[in-house]
């Protein structure tokens, strides 16, 4: 028995040449699978630049879009802030035409008692300049004639 199991163990033995090219073809084996996942790798690696390329683009055209987003919202608030004031000032001046249109209202208000008052003081008193200037003349007439009437006698 023991002769039987030197026999199988020599025969499972193989020799120098078989265990060389056993290595060489497991080492070929091996070195295109490593060729294959370096390629593989290469592939990941460019397709991983070519997405932070693209990524990069997208990130700066957003960045821009709200660049101008911002620039937009600036400027819709500086005519919204102008908008405002436009609208302070006219209501503002509003106010001042309402006050002046009530002034003259009520200044108008009282145009026909006034209009009375002149009519009375035109035909109320008979006193009137004309009227001191005809008495004035009858005046001077009278002397006139009394003193011409003096010097006959």
Not at 16 to 22: F, I, K, L, Y
Not at 92 to 102: S, T, V
Not at 129 to 142: Q, S, W
Request: charged share 35%.
């Amino acid at each position: 028995m023991v002769r039987e199991q030197e026999s199988r163990f020599r025969d499972t033995v193989t020799s120098p040449d078989e265990v060389a090219r056993m290595v060489s073809a497991t080492e070929a084996k091996y070195e295109a699978r490593l060729a294959e996942m370096r390629r593989n790798v290469s592939i990941l690696e460019k397709e991983r630049y070519d997405s932070e390329a693209d990524w990069s683009r997208k990130l700066k055209e957003k960045v821009k879009d709200l660049d101008d987003l911002k620039k937009v919202l600036g400027s819709a608030t500086k005519t919204r802030q102008d908008d405002e004031n436009i609208v302070a000032g006219l209501k503002e001046q509003l106010m001042q035409a309402e006050e002046k249109a009530r002034t003259l209202d009520l200044q108008a208000s009282e145009l026909p008692r006034l209009r009375a008052h002149i009519q009375e003081l035109e035909v109320g008193p008979l006193i009137t300049p004309d009227f001191h200037y005809v008495v004035l003349n009858c005046i001077c007439i009278r002397n006139h004639l009394w003193s011409r009437t003096k010097k006959l006698k």
